[in-house]
């Protein structure tokens, strides 16, 4: 597509409940990053991907928090028994290859606003 | 461990006049440098990038950033600032070494105002 899609863009579940959140990369980006933004904050890193591995995923706060892309394209970030400091904006980027394109810069989503009630 | 800090919460600037918001970073290596932009509820925007070359690189909106590697600054710079220009203002850094060359780090931001 012409830009990283996400999905839903708004979503709000109770505690307890699990939520996946989709992105849609752009066509022929490698890799893909997934962040977490507060309000007034900077994004925080999350965990990425080049193509269908997860490089690093030191940025996920607990094992609640899991992510998966596997045909290297659409990804899913799975959050488990959700919690009201989960509540934040999740935000998805997708770039060439980070060291070995001529493009490295992350184009983003408008991402997905989860409230946890 | 990479980082990158944004010493000021706010800016504050006349429309008309030049703009700058600060950043320093602290990487292994050499760094990738970026500007983002982000308007009240919408996305992150690039603006521009330092990859290597020329320390003053120019980007979208009449934005231009000078890379200073002695001071490890990354400073965001315009020569007349437009009331439109008012938007959080995120710069973020990527490494080069094995453990952060897929890690892009962020500042915590600094919200510029312009006012007419």
């Known amino acids: 597509g012409a830009g990283v899609s996400q999905s839903p863009r708004y979503k709000v579940t109770k505690r307890g409940q699990d939520v996946a959140l989709r992105c849609d990369p752009i066509s022929g980006h490698v890799s893909l990053y997934w962040y977490r933004q507060a309000l007034g904050q900077g994004p925080e890193f999350l965990t990425y991907?080049?193509?269908?591995?997860?490089?690093?995923k030191s940025g996920l706060p607990n094992d609640r928090f899991s992510a998966e892309r596997p045909e290297g394209s659409i990804s899913t970030l799975t959050i488990q028994r959700t919690e009201q400091r989960d509540s934040a904006m999740y935000r998805c980027?997708?770039?060439?290859?980070?060291?070995?394109?001529?493009?490295?810069?992350?184009?983003f989503g408008q991402g997905t606003r989860l409230t946890v009630v | 461990a990479q980082s990158v800090a944004q010493p000021e919460d706010q800016v504050n600037v006349a429309e008309g006049n030049p703009l700058t918001v600060k950043c320093t970073y602290s990487?292994?290596?050499?760094?990738?440098l970026f500007w983002y932009v982000q308007y009240p509820n919408r996305g992150l925007q690039f603006l521009l990038k330092y990859i290597t070359g020329d320390n003053l690189v120019k980007g979208s909106y009449g934005f231009e950033a000078e890379f200073n590697k002695s001071q490890t600054s990354f400073h965001l710079k315009k020569p007349s600032a437009l009331v439109s220009d008012s938007a959080l203002y995120f710069c973020a850094v990527r490494g080069m070494t094995t453990d952060s060359w897929g890690k892009l780090q962020f500042g915590a931001g600094t919200q510029v105002v312009v006012t007419p």
């Open positions: 991907f080049n193509y269908e591995a997860q490089q690093d």
């Open positions: 990487v292994s290596g050499n760094p990738y």
């Open positions: 980027a997708s770039s060439h290859h980070p060291v070995t394109g001529q493009n490295t810069e992350a184009f």
